[in-house]
């Protein structure tokens, strides 16, 4: 199996701050890697694909970043609608997902 | 608008089967792969299994046993079955679609989610 390993788990921050979140896999995954945002109760929201491609309507404040085992998501600027849950998920072998970044407010 | 809505019996009791659909609107389910996927209170995502409407299935290694994924385009509709279900099946249940058809590893990903359905295993 490939783990998938984020951090932090839990990240204080305020409306304008600049916003990173790692993932790091057990071996090598390429590019496979996408990110989510998820909010209870909500559809969760497919974000970035293939490490760095926004999907369409994702605001440009969103970006990812990394391959081979290393990965980031950043948010240039945090907005109200961001605090959420972001998940990375490999899809290299099978799909596994790591174990979620929550974003608070500060 | 594509619409994906989860639905299926809230508490389940353990040993049972737990049985979900998940009804699609505004597409049909024959142009994608679909998943299922959920999370346990508290935790992170996990994969169940994938299904293309002409059958062709896979399962995560670790439920394979007790999973059966099923399809029916006249009804726009995917189903789950979890078998011998545990307290530890306890979880929200997600319904996702993969961005495409041809089951090529660049589609691995979920470009479209259900709100998802939470079930309980409680006697």
């Known amino acids: 199996d490939i783990q998938m390993t984020q951090s932090p788990s839990t990240l204080s921050a305020s409306v304008g701050d600049r916003v990173t979140i790692t993932c790091r896999a057990s071996q090598s995954i390429s590019d496979w890697l996408a990110w989510y945002q998820l909010k209870p109760g909500k559809a969760p929201k497919l974000l970035i694909s293939k490490a760095s491609y926004l999907e369409g309507g994702v605001p440009s404040r969103f970006s990812g970043s990394g391959s081979g085992t290393e990965f980031t998501l950043t948010i240039s600027s945090l907005q109200p609608d961001d605090f959420a849950t972001y998940f990375c998920q490999q899809y290299e072998t099978y799909y596994t997902f790591g174990q979620g970044t929550k974003v608070e407010i500060k | 608008q594509v619409q994906v809505q989860e639905s299926g019996p809230g508490l389940v009791k353990p040993s049972e089967t737990l049985s979900l659909t998940c009804t699609v609107s505004?597409?049909?389910?024959?142009?994608?792969?679909w998943s299922w996927i959920r999370q346990p209170p508290g935790k992170g995502l996990e994969w169940i299994g994938y299904?293309?409407?002409?059958?062709?299935?896979n399962q995560n290694p670790s439920l394979k046993s007790r999973v059966t994924i099923s399809a029916d385009t006249s009804k726009n509709q995917l189903s789950l079955r979890l078998r011998s279900v545990t307290a530890a099946d306890t979880a929200v249940y997600f319904c996702?679609?993969?961005?495409?058809?041809?089951?090529?590893?660049?589609?691995?990903?979920?470009?479209?989610w259900g709100r998802g359905t939470a079930v309980t295993v409680s006697s």
């Open positions: 299904i293309f409407y002409t059958g062709t299935t």
């Open positions: 996702a679609r993969h961005p495409g058809s041809d089951g090529s590893k660049s589609l691995g990903h979920f470009n479209l």
């Open positions: 505004g597409d049909s389910i024959s142009n994608y792969y």
